[in-house]
């Protein structure tokens, strides 16, 4: 069975600086595709970056970033220049391409001003 | 926006009453999904509809029912609602070329059971 895996149940992060969110996860699948989401207080679900596993160049969005590490099945969410906008439960999400995600069970992310 | 809304957002209800959550659509998009949201569990999938009258359970399935008899609406009853099934749910759809899908998340209801 496929799984995803989020150690981090909380961290925190001083504005402006960066701030690295781990996910791994376990599948024997080659082909795949991987996904951070914020959610805010709100509790919108905010697609934050996405990575397809077939790419080996590491996915960016602006202040934010992946390192994917497919042998290691591997795939962290970096910040940078952490604003207070980002403060969030971030989750990691994994899809096989059968449309079904696998969720993480998320990162409390505190942005200390 | 994906033109996904649920409703109700908020619900109130006792143990042994049935209830149903709408998820409803704009764009006509085959697949959609009911997840729930638990504190130390994140997101699990309940059930999902890859178009009209085709649906399939997710990981959580168990007490839950769905319907799609038309394209926009995806019902989601618990027939017999239990304290357990306490939680936020959400409804998402899937956008995208096959297999490469994004998936756009609704409001999120907050169901209680008493």
């Known amino acids: 069975a496929q799984t995803v895996t989020q150690s981090q149940p909380e961290m925190s992060v001083q504005e402006a600086e960066t701030v690295t969110l781990s996910c791994t996860y376990d599948?024997?699948?080659?082909?795949?595709?991987l996904f951070w989401y914020k959610q805010p207080p709100s509790r919108q679900m905010i697609l934050v970056i996405r990575?397809?596993?077939?790419?080996?160049q590491n996915a960016t969005e602006n202040r934010f970033s992946v390192n994917f590490q497919k042998a290691a099945k591997s795939f962290s969410l970096k910040i940078s220049d952490s604003q207070l906008g980002d403060a969030a439960m971030y989750f990691c999400?994994?899809?096989?391409?059968?449309?079904?995600?696998?969720f993480g069970t998320g990162t409390r992310l505190k942005v200390l001003a | 926006d994906a033109g996904i809304t649920q409703s109700p957002r908020h619900k109130v209800t006792e143990t042994g009453t049935p209830v149903t959550l709408r998820c409803h659509q704009t764009?006509?998009?085959?697949?959609m999904y009911w997840y729930r949201q638990d504190p130390g569990h994140g997101l699990r999938l309940i059930h999902y509809?890859?178009?009209?009258?085709?649906?399939d359970k997710g990981e959580v399935s168990d007490g839950y029912s769905v319907s799609r008899s038309k394209t926009e609406d995806f019902l989601l009853t618990l027939e017999s609602a239990t304290s357990s099934q306490t939680s936020v749910y959400f409804c998402?759809?899937?956008?995208?070329?096959?297999?490469?899908?994004?998936?756009?998340f609704g409001p999120g209801t907050r169901l209680t059971v008493l």
């Open positions: 764009e006509n998009h085959r697949y």
């Open positions: 509809s890859y178009g009209v009258k085709d649906t």
């Open positions: 998402a759809i899937s956008v995208g070329l096959a297999g490469a899908d994004e998936q756009f």
């Open positions: 990575q397809e596993a077939y790419k080996q």
């Open positions: 999400a994994f899809d096989s391409g059968t449309y079904k995600y696998i």
């Open positions: 599948t024997s699948e080659s082909d795949y595709y």
